[in-house]
Structure formats: structure tokens, C-alpha cells
């Protein structure tokens, strides 16, 4: 290998050294270079001291490192002590370990030792010279849930212990110590600092009473809720107890029951004076069964007696009175004599009513077969019937009042002059079915409403109105129907002043006619037909009526058949008008026209039609000249054959005048052209700025 200087030599990296690759080495104490193997290299380090080893040497001393880190693998450990005590290592879980029997101890001359969760969620603090503090979420609750104090501990939140065991508790409050204690002799009581004891169990087993004492009061959430005052009242929700029992509390301040039902309750309002009691566990304060009102009245099913005793129930017996024997009697006095009485006779099952003193006078009596009689001892005994009877000397009337206000009457308007029964009322009349479901009204217009309760012509159902005309209402059926039996004749008559001016009937053997006298309309469904129709004699009026006049004409008439004109035979029939237009074809040239566009008209077979064209092109002229395209197809007749018109046309050569005529092709739609006069077909003739003006009339197939 030539000689190279040391800036020529190429670098020799890790990946290419061996350890027989060669060094060269200055001995300065010989002066002179040597040469040395990588191996020679590295035992000369290994044996050497002053240098560590990667595995196995010991170091003594400091090891400095500045900018970089030492990394260790999943359960390679970092280890101090002599015997190997203190650990650090990870083995999914960071651990440091003290598998000695030494203590592992967090020394710190700062402000303490912190156990966090990323950088800023306490778990614990150990503060130095202050508390320790242990959290619960420390970033949702940043306060601590258990903290020692120079005292003691302060607790956030509530203690949760499966048992106590301590003989005293000394608990501040407003500068008082409150003490709960137990006694040699078992007795557990709480004492104030004052010496104001209150037991809650003594050594004979005594519960619940004071040393001196004022009164018992039982809290609940730092409100008072009972007391039991010196002198033995038990006040509920009063502090004030009047009597051996007193409660006060805004609705239902007693209950009685059996088990855990509600039972019987009793309740007293300040705002009404009223006293209300129920059972079964009904609340007596919003539906109380029996009330007793402040001045003494009872009410049973209501709590607004107006009477000494007021019942309401929807039960079939709201009051029933007994006394053993076959007579019963309710008897009402004033001031002590006898004003009214009711009584009841179970041997002739006859009940009266009497009013006056004495004997009174009978007013009003049920019969044994529930008929009332009403001025009159026998009522009226209808077979099957129960029977109302009211005797007067102008008959009788039933009113029915609101307060002193009469709203309607039942009754007669003196009968004894043959006049006939009356209902009356203050507003209007309403009849009902099947409970309470209205059917009928008169309303106090004396309009007749029959299914709704208005006159409004919106709602469903019919108004007779007293003015005499009728109103039907009906949402998606038919509104009326008017049914005649038997013969054949007018079912609806309408008439002006008496005079009859039209009507609607049947005739035909079942068939609609509208109409007046002689003159109307017969509808045929069965046979599709309208005719005019003579309801005088029910029979068809033929040729005798008019469809409009001179000055009073129909508009426009839609026909999807015939008409017949003149006559009624087939020849009379026009069954076809038809205007439009057609496109114009050309044989025997080309042409290049500015219009393609034909009209026509066609009344019947008839078909009328022209076309005309200007400035057309025509090239290629050659054969028989002819027009295509006609509307309809010509009659297969050799007496269909019809000449057309031709005139201003320069299509075949000449002047505009030239004479062309031609004729229609039979059972085709074309057009020959022929010279006038004679026989052999037109030629087209090539040119340009020519003109066509040609119509022409024939008779189609249909």
C-alpha cells in the first residue's frame, strides 16, 4: 500500500472495524510509532484501571451526566444498599422497593411531598410542619376529603364506619360544649357544660327524660317537630300545646289506622272553621266524607252543608229512617208546631205528604204503584205506567226553577176550555236520548233544530226555522230523501203564492223528471237518455219544447255523438265537425317550400281543404306531379273523384295564371295534377321563387 499523508486517509467507521485491524500508536517514552490491534486495544482498557467495563465492573465515584439519560428495560432494576434494599424498576407498574427490613422514607426540606396525577390533580399532600391532606378526584373536588389540623382532623363529606366504639364525644358549638356520655352505672346521657342533662337511657332502663325538667323537643333537620311541656301536653307541630294532645299542621292532622294503611283521617281548616273526617284512606282535606261547618252544621258527602244535616251521595238510600213498626214518620216543626210531615204506611204502601197544623192537609202522595198524585189522593193508575197527577181547577203545572226564577214549564192553558197542553221556558227547548245525548232544540227564536245546536249552516244537522224555511246539513252523504210509493207522480210540489210553478216526480216507470206543467225533463238512467217530458200526463212531449230562444241562447254544446237535424233518420245525423291542419307532401320532385302547412274543415264525410306556398324551390322534376298528405282518406267510390282548384301558381312552368287543374285520388290521401283540359298527369317543372295556391273538397270513408 503506497504511502498516503493523513489527510488523504479515509475514515474507518464501527460497522468496519475487527479486531484485527491495526492502530498506529506514538511511544513518546521511545520516541518512536508502534503498531496495535483493535483487540490489543480494548484488554488494554478492560485490564487497565480508571475505566468501567459495560458489564460486571463496579463503580466508585460520581457518575456525571449532562443532557442525557439513563434508560433501563422493563424489570431491569436500579439498585442502592448494600444488600440490594432500595429498588427502582417497571415492570408495567412503577415500583420503588424496599425488600429489606429497613424503613423506606420521603425525605424533604421543601414545602412537602406530593402524590399527583399528571401535573396538576392532587391525589395526597404531606405539607412540612403542617397537614396531611388526601383527596378524592383531585381535579373534579380540588378540595381535600380528609386533612389533619394542629386539633385533630377536618373531614369533608360524610363518615361512613361499620361501628363506633367510645365512651364520649365532646362536640363544640357556639362556645358550649355539648358532651354525650355513658355512666359507670350504663346510663347514656348528654350534658351540656351548663350541667343541663338529658337522658336518653338510665341504669333502670328508664328512656328519654331530663334531670330538671322544661320540656322534651324533638327536631328534625334543625326544625322542631314535637313537645311534651312540663306539665305532660304533647304539642305536633305547635311548641305551644294547649291540651293533652295538640296538633297543627296544614291539612289532615290526625290519622287513625290499622297496620300501615291510611285509615280514618281528621282534619280541622282555620280558614273555613270546618272540622272534615274520612275514612279508607280518603284524604280528608280534598274530598272529606263528613264535614262539621263552624255553625254547626253536618254535612255527609259534602263539604258545604247549608243545613243543620246535608247529604249528598250518589248511593240509592242517602237517608233512611227506621223504627220497627209498619209506620214511618219524618216531621218538621216551626217554633214547635207541626208544619210538615211526611209519613209512610207499609200496610196500604202509601206515602203522603201533609202540610198545616193538626192534621195538616195532604199536599202530595206516592201510591203503591209509584204514582204521584199531587192535589189529588188517587192518582191515575195507567196499566204498565207510572203516572204523574196534577188536579187543579185550570188542570196542573210543573215548573222548574233556578233559584226564584222560573226557566220552564210543563202544564195546561185551562183545560177546562179545551185548550191544549203547554210546554213552556225562558230560553229555549232541548230534548235528549240514551243518557245524555242531545237529539232536538227549539231555541227561543222558535227555530226547530234536529242534530246540532246551532242554526249555523256549517254544522251537520237540520234547522227549521220559524220562518218557515228548512235548512239540511249533511257531511258526505246525501242531504235528503223524499220516497213516494204506489203510482207514479210528483214527490216535491214547489209553489209561488199558492200557485204551484214546478216540481220533481217520477214517471217513465221509475225514472226523474224536473219540471213544470208540460214542459220537462225526463232522465233515463237505464237507458242513458234525457227527453221531454209532459208532467201533466206523465208522458213523453214529442217535437213540442224549445232548448233556448232568439235572445236566450245556450253557449257552447258538448257532443260526443250526433246530431240529428230535420229529421230523425240516419241521413239527418251530423256526427263529425272537425278544423286543422295537415302536412303537405310532394311526389315527383323535390321542393323545398317555405310552408308545409295544409288546413282543412270537415262536416261529416265532407272534407274541405287548401294550402298555399311562395318562393319554393323545386329540383329534380320528373314523373307524374302530385300533392300528399290529405287529412283523411278519399272514398273508395269511382263517384268520389273530385277536381281541385288551382290558381297564382308557377309550380308547372308558365306564367302565374297557367292553367293546372287535377284532381283527388280515391281511397288514398294525394292529389294528382293534370293541364287543364286534358288527360296526362302535370310534370313538376325546376325553378326557384315559384308558387302553389291550390284546394280542392271530397268526401272520406267516415
Do not use: C
Not at 210531615?341 to 206515602?351: C, E, I, K, R, Y
Not at 242513458?528 to 257552447?556: E, M, Q
Not at 324551390?617 to 300533392?627: D, R, V
Amino acid at each position: 500500500m503506497a504511502d498516503k499523508k493523513i489527510t488523504e486517509l479515509t475514515n474507518i467507521t464501527g460497522a468496519n472495524l475487527v479486531d484485527a485491524d491495526e492502530f498506529v500508536v506514538v511511544d513518546i517514552s521511545a520516541d518512536e510509532t508502534k503498531a496495535i490491534t483493535l483487540g490489543e486495544l480494548k484488554e488494554a482498557f478492560d485490564s487497565g484501571s480508571g475505566f468501567v467495563r459495560i458489564t460486571g465492573d463496579t463503580m466508585t465515584g460520581d457518575l456525571a451526566l449532562s443532557g442525557a439519560d439513563v434508560t433501563f428495560g422493563d424489570n431491569d432494576k436500579a439498585i442502592f444498599g448494600a444488600g440490594s434494599d432500595l429498588q427502582i424498576y417497571h415492570d408495567g407498574n412503577s415500583k420503588i422497593t424496599d425488600v429489606g427490613d429497613g424503613k423506606l422514607e420521603l425525605h424533604s426540606n421543601g414545602t412537602g411531598v406530593t402524590i399527583q396525577k399528571g401535573a396538576t390533580e392532587y391525589m395526597a399532600q404531606f405539607l412540612t410542619d403542617g397537614a396531611v391532606q388526601l383527596y378524592y378526584d383531585g381535579g373534579t373536588y380540588p378540595t381535600p376529603k380528609l386533612a389533619t389540623t394542629a386539633t385533630g382532623i377536618d373531614v369533608t363529606g360524610t363518615v361512613t364506619a361499620d361501628a363506633y366504639a367510645l365512651d364520649s364525644i365532646a362536640l363544640p358549638s357556639a362556645g358550649t360544649a355539648t358532651i354525650f356520655n355513658r355512666n359507670t352505672d350504663n346510663s347514656l346521657y348528654i350534658q351540656t357544660d351548663s350541667g343541663n342533662t338529658v337522658y336518653l337511657l338510665d341504669g333502670s332502663q328508664n328512656t328519654m327524660y331530663a334531670a330538671t325538667p322544661t320540656s322534651h323537643v324533638f327536631q328534625i333537620s334543625n326544625a322542631e317537630k314535637m313537645r311534651i311541656d312540663a306539665s305532660g301536653n304533647v304539642g305536633i307541630g305547635t311548641s305551644s300545646p294547649i291540651r293533652p294532645l295538640s296538633v297543627k299542621a296544614s291539612q289532615e292532622q290526625l290519622t287513625l289506622s290499622e297496620g300501615d294503611a291510611r285509615g280514618a283521617t281528621f282534619d280541622y281548616r282555620s280558614s273555613t272553621g270546618n272540622l272534615n273526617i274520612a275514612t279508607n284512606g280518603v284524604n280528608a282535606r280534598t274530598s272529606p266524607q263528613l264535614t262539621l261547618d263552624l255553625n254547626g252544621r253536618l254535612g255527609i258527602g259534602t263539604s258545604s252543608p247549608s243545613y243543620t244535616l246535608t247529604i249528598s251521595t250518589t248511593d240509592e238510600d242517602h237517608l233512611r229512617l227506621e223504627n220497627g213498626s209498619e209506620l214511618g214518620f219524618i216531621r218538621v216543626l216551626d217554633s214547635g208546631a207541626l208544619d210538615f210531615w211526611v209519613h209512610g204506611d207499609n200496610s196500604t204502601d202509601v206515602m203522603t205528604f201533609t202540610t198545616g197544623t193538626g192534621v195538616g192537609t195532604e199536599r202530595m202522595r206516592i201510591d203503591s204503584s209509584g204514582n204521584v198524585g199531587i192535589g189529588t189522593s188517587s192518582p191515575v193508575n195507567n196499566s204498565n205506567r207510572t203516572t204523574l197527577g196534577l188536579q187543579g181547577v185550570w188542570g196542573g203545572q210543573l215548573d222548574i226553577m233556578v233559584g226564584s226564577t222560573v226557566h220552564a214549564q210543563f202544564g195546561t192553558d185551562n183545560f177546562s176550555s179545551g185548550q191544549s197542553a203547554r210546554i213552556q221556558s225562558q230560553d229555549g227547548i232541548v230534548f235528549k236520548t240514551n243518557g245524555n245525548n242531545e237529539r232536538m232544540r227549539i231555541d227561543s227564536s222558535g227555530n226547530l233544530l234536529v242534530g246540532k245546536t246551532t242554526t249555523s249552516s256549517a254544522i251537520a244537522g237540520t234547522t227549521l226555522w220559524a220562518g218557515g224555511y228548512l235548512n239540511s246539513t249533511v257531511s258526505s252523504d246525501y242531504v235528503g230523501r223524499f220516497n213516494r210509493l204506489s203510482t207514479d207522480g210528483e214527490i216535491v210540489q214547489f209553489q209561488k203564492d199558492g200557485s204551484t210553478v214546478g216540481s220533481i216526480g217520477v214517471g217513465g216507470s221509475g225514472d226523474l223528471y224536473i219540471g213544470d206543467g208540460d214542459t220537462a225533463l225526463l232522465i233515463d238512467g237505464e237507458s242513458d237518455l234525457v227527453a221531454p217530458w209532459n208532467t201533466s200526463t206523465n208522458l213523453v212531449r214529442d217535437n213540442a219544447i224549445d232548448l233556448g230562444y232568439s235572445s236566450g241562447r245556450f253557449k257552447d254544446l258538448y257532443l260526443s255523438g250526433g246530431v240529428y237535424l230535420g229529421g230523425t233518420g240516419s241521413a239527418n245525423k251530423l256526427d263529425d265537425y272537425e278544423a286543422g291542419t295537415f302536412t303537405v307532401g310532394f311526389s315527383g320532385a323535390t321542393v323545398s317550400a317555405v310552408t308545409y302547412t295544409g288546413f282543412y274543415t270537415k262536416i261529416g264525410q265532407v272534407v274541405h281543404w287548401n294550402y298555399f306556398s311562395q318562393a319554393a324551390t323545386i329540383s329534380g322534376a320528373s314523373g307524374t306531379a302530385e300533392i300528399t298528405g290529405l287529412p283523411f282518406t278519399v272514398l273508395n267510390s269511382q263517384n268520389a273523384y273530385q277536381p281541385i282548384v288551382t290558381s297564382h301558381n308557377t309550380f308547372f312552368g308558365g306564367s302565374a295564371t297557367a292553367g293546372v287543374s287535377g284532381y283527388q285520388n280515391i281511397n288514398n290521401t294525394s292529389v294528382t295534377f293534370l293541364p287543364t283540359g286534358g288527360t296526362t298527369p302535370s310534370t313538376f317543372v325546376n325553378g326557384s321563387s315559384l308558387y302553389i295556391m291550390v284546394s280542392g273538397t271530397y268526401i272520406t270513408a267516415s
